[in-house]
């Protein structure tokens, strides 16, 4: 099983941060896109792109809304040439970037459009001009112009005439219907359900019944997951560390008033609270209303905290699931930055030889 990284993309330190990884051993890097809260992912995957060799590239995750398919599509295959093929493209529905913006998560079916033509640009395949989403009143059809010649459909013809590996789409999805899209579309689905291993068999069973209605092979999906970590001796440190961030993830399971999935009534309640008191202001943050919703008991099944051996056993019980990947989220605002480089030292040293083990 693969172990990835994930954090926030900056013009300048997601450079030497990617170095660090790709030295201590980490599969990947996936950087968060969006742009009132930080840098420009693609800016910041390609700095990286061009310190690191081996390290695996994308975003952790770009949405729907915020860019045309097609601009989304040339960003990433322009870093997939810079890293030499170690680049993946995550997406979901759009949480921050969003809210900042004003607007809630995409609509279902908007959102399977924008899959099914980002890949279709990613194949270097084209798209029928009557299926762009642009507003008419926003901009006019072409033929307003009276050329005398025009392209008949849109295609990014570099992508279709350069040879090289196609960038695989990782939809992050969290309820039925949306992870039932993903099947329908994607080379991976990351599970944003937490780290519970009923939790994630519930969602590989709805995404292969899903793939399987479509008709489509099950066995040519991949699996993987957002897990907030945190490794520490000390297990109220290691909770301390991953609440602000749990607090994201564990919204998605009951974002629109139905908690996801399987769940206790005890968590259900907490889900429900968590919900309820959600500030985007701190998003992300530890010393947040909502991380105080948390109980202790939720983040040990949501999260993985622990010691070195524990974090192992939870990481390969996730990978007996059938995981390939895992997306580890460790870091939380508001909570003590000399903890959070205890974690990922241990993580270094501790976790992952004995994976690779």
Avoid at 101 to 119: I, V
Avoid at 182 to 187: E, F, G, I, P, V
């Amino acid at each position: 099983m693969q172990i990835w990284f994930t954090g926030v993309a900056s013009p300048r330190s997601t450079a030497r941060t990617a170095r660090e990884l790709e030295a201590a051993g980490w599969d990947g890097l996936l950087v968060v896109d969006s742009q009132n809260l930080s840098g420009d992912p693609y800016v910041a995957l390609a700095g990286a792109a061009l310190v690191t060799t081996t390290l695996g590239l994308g975003t952790g995750v770009t949405n729907s809304v915020t860019r045309h398919a097609a601009v989304t599509a040339t960003s990433i295959a322009s870093v997939q040439r810079l890293a030499n093929g170690r680049a993946v493209l995550g997406i979901g529905r759009g949480d921050s970037a969003l809210a900042h913006l004003g607007r809630a998560p995409a609509r279902l079916g908007p959102f399977e459009r924008y899959l099914s033509q980002l890949q279709t640009y990613l194949r270097g395949e084209s798209v029928p001009f009557e299926e762009i989403d642009i507003p008419i009143d926003v901009a006019p059809p072409m033929s307003e112009l009276e050329l005398a010649d025009a392209p008949p459909a849109s295609r990014i013809g570099w992508i279709a005439e350069t040879p090289g590996v196609k960038v695989p789409v990782e939809v992050a999805a969290s309820g039925p219907r949306v992870i039932a899209i993903a099947a329908r579309h994607a080379d991976r689905i990351m599970f944003a359900l937490g780290a519970d291993e009923e939790r994630i068999a519930w969602g590989i069973d709805q995404a292969k019944a899903a793939r399987t209605k479509a008709g489509l092979d099950p066995a040519t999906l991949s699996f993987g997951a957002y897990i907030n970590c945190a490794c520490h001796d000390d297990i109220d440190t290691a909770r301390a560390l991953v609440k602000g961030g749990l607090t994201t993830f564990a919204r998605f399971s009951v974002m629109h008033g139905k908690a996801s999935g399987p769940v206790s009534d005890g968590d259900r309640a907490v889900l429900h609270e968590l919900r309820d008191s959600y500030d985007m202001k701190a998003h992300t943050r530890g010393d947040s209303r909502q991380a105080g919703t948390l109980t202790n008991a939720f983040v040990d099944r949501f999260a993985i905290v622990g010691d070195a051996a524990r974090v192992v056993g939870r990481l390969r019980g996730l990978a007996g699931l059938g995981l390939d990947k895992v997306a580890i989220s460790g870091g939380t605002r508001g909570a003590s930055a000399a903890d959070g480089a205890v974690s990922r030292r241990m993580l270094e040293t501790e976790v992952l030889p004995a994976l690779r083990g």
